[in-house]
């Protein structure tokens, strides 16, 4: 892979700043917005090996951290608070949107078709932001995700959106069939033979990177401007 830009971004909005990982590869096609899940950052192994897959087919890559660090610690202290944040899904899609405006503004990204990766609780996240951002999202990938945590927001989003659950997952693969019904977009449900929630069997992450890389290139890279 020819890496045209690599660098720690910061994304200061809503009066907090985040930090990022952006990497756009030579000629990139578009840019895919991560949202990690609950206890999760941008430094979970399994989205940054998905995150260097797409690299390789010029899918540029924005890995963000949604909480701050002391929101962070205060969120994994124990007490009543605990865990709060982590599930606090308009506040993690606000925060995906000011991610998503940022790369709206910058020099580089801001060419880009964009796309959103989410995990467990973060793929909630892109659902509600992709609802809000309807015309800049135009892709959304959803692994082992919670979409019934977006609720009503499901019904808004526009954007052509993949389900990719482990076939021994058998609850967040009800949650899954029933969000598509809510849905009114283009959708799908892929089911990765024997994986677990986490797809930490052999084989199951390539395949969901495989699937996210596929969906994205036939949705967003149509959209990219010529290099």
Known sequence: MSVDLERAVRIDTGGVALEGDLV????????VVFAHGSGSSRFS???????????????ATLLVDL????EEE??????PMQ?????????????LVGATDWAARDPVARSLPLGYFGASTGAAAALVAAALRADRVGAVVSRGGRPDLADVALRDVRAPTLFIVGASD??????????????SCVRELAIVPRASHLFEEPGALDEVARLARDWFLRHLAHAAQPA
Request: aromatic share 4%.
């Open 24 to 31: 756009i590869p030579e000629r990139a096609l578009a840019l």
């Open 45 to 59: 192994p399994r989205n940054r090996y998905v995150a260097r897959l797409l690299n390789k087919r010029r899918l």
């Open 67 to 70: 909480l701050t660090p002391e």
């Open 74 to 79: 205060r969120d994994t202290s124990p007490g």
């Open 83 to 95: 865990g709060r944040l982590r599930f606090d899904i308009n506040l993690l899609a606000d925060r």
């Open 170 to 183: 058998p609850q967040v693969l009800e949650l899954n069939r029933m969000a598509l019904k809510m849905m």
